[in-house]
């Protein structure tokens, strides 16, 4: 059985291509134990306007596929921003 790391990290693979491609990326910083995700954005993704929705809208939603179990993303460069 996959371990809820590899879950996760595998989801990021999936999307680290469409963010690269913009100049951005990402780092899992760690996973709570309430399965809250804690990610840093990087490069072009600290300060693109659109950071949020793609934290929602692409990053959670690939980590929520991956590992249902995950109740929630956050970036811990986005200030107290919670998706």
Do not use: F, H, W
Not at 6 to 11: F, I, N, Y
Not at 13 to 19: A, G, H
Not at 28 to 56: N, R
Not at 61 to 77: D, F, L
């Amino acid at each position: 059985m996959i371990d809820l790391t590899a879950k996760v990290e595998g989801a990021l693979e999936q999307m680290r291509p469409y963010l690269k491609a913009d100049g951005g990326n990402v780092s899992l910083i760690e996973i709570t134990a309430d399965k809250i995700v804690k990610l840093e954005l990087l490069g072009a993704c600290k300060s693109c306007s659109m950071s949020a929705m793609t934290l929602k809208a692409g990053i959670e939603e690939a980590i929520k596929r991956a590992a249902p179990e995950i109740r929630g993303v956050e970036a811990v460069n986005l200030g107290n921003l919670i998706i």
